[in-house]
């Protein structure tokens, strides 16, 4: 026989299951979702940690916060539209080819960025310039900065098209705006009349405001032939060259290196 007591639990254990499932739904609907997993499996475990009100609250504030953040990096990093992933913790540093590890630890440090600095990386084909710089792209991501890489040939080749279409001036906005851009593989193609006023159009918009890396084969001395006309090979060159930050590295190639260790082994 059900007692009036048994009761009185069973009602009060409804209640509070009908508060949770509230509860539960209303941070999903306020996007909540890391304070909603953490809520939810607090819900379900069956071991509960013997925690104050105000340190439960805190537990689930700590939670959203970090779950939100890395929620943030995650799309700054899409939308940065890496070629793959990279990570300076993983650079090699056992290969002579140049790359000075204190050097390294300090444009990781992003000073760079907050002072508006760009930097050269150059060197041969392989070196791990295009790696170098993703890497520390990937930093500024994870540091809240907001990052584009292109190829520097496919860029212009799609701000030609942009141009086509009228839409242009947008898209220097959107390159104007963001933080930090790569500029990779440059120079590899030569600039044409129109990727030249686009290239002094960028390099404009972003001088003293904004960082770019640039990677490229060439050396930094032979860009005045790259660019080609003298005006605007001028006005690019004296917004990039003088405060800029430089990796030189030198070497074989680290692709082919590896393949001929993997051969060894086969």
Excluded at 61 to 80: G, P, Q
Excluded at 87 to 101: A, K, M, N, Q, T
Excluded at 150 to 157: D, E, F, Q, R, Y
Aim: glycine share 4%; aromatic share 8%.
């Amino acid at each position: 026989m059900e007692t009036s007591e048994g009761r009185n639990i069973t009602s009060n254990n409804k209640k509070q299951l009908e508060m949770n499932n509230e509860t539960l739904e209303k941070m999903k609907q306020l996007r909540l979702f890391g304070m909603y997993d953490a809520f939810r499996t607090n819900l379900e475990s069956s071991v509960k940690e013997s925690l104050t009100t105000d340190q439960f609250i805190s537990v689930l504030v700590a939670i959203e916060w970090d779950d939100r953040r890395n929620r943030s990096v995650d799309r700054t990093i899409r939308a940065a539209a890496f070629r793959y992933k990279a990570s300076l913790e993983h650079i090699d540093y056992s290969i002579e080819r140049g790359l000075d590890r204190n050097q390294v630890h300090r444009l990781a440090a992003l000073d760079f960025i907050k002072e508006h600095k760009d930097i050269f990386i150059t060197g041969s084909t392989g070196t791990g310039k295009s790696y170098l710089a993703t890497a520390l792209g990937y930093q500024a991501c994870q540091n809240g900065y907001k990052v584009l890489y292109v190829n520097t040939a496919k860029l212009m080749g799609q701000l030609k098209l942009a141009k086509a279409k009228g839409t242009i001036l947008a898209e220097l906005k959107k390159i104007e705006r963001v933080d930090l851009l790569i500029l990779d593989d440059f120079g590899l193609q030569p600039f044409d009349p129109q990727s030249r006023v686009t290239l002094l159009d960028i390099i404009e918009d972003r001088h003293q405001k904004r960082s770019t890396i640039v990677t490229s084969q060439i050396p930094v001395k032979e860009w005045y032939d790259i660019i080609g006309e003298k005006t605007i090979a001028d006005a690019v060159l004296d917004r990039i060259v003088h405060h800029s930050l430089r990796v030189e590295l030198f070497g074989e190639s680290m692709r082919r290196r590896n393949s001929k260790i993997e051969n060894v082994f086969l």
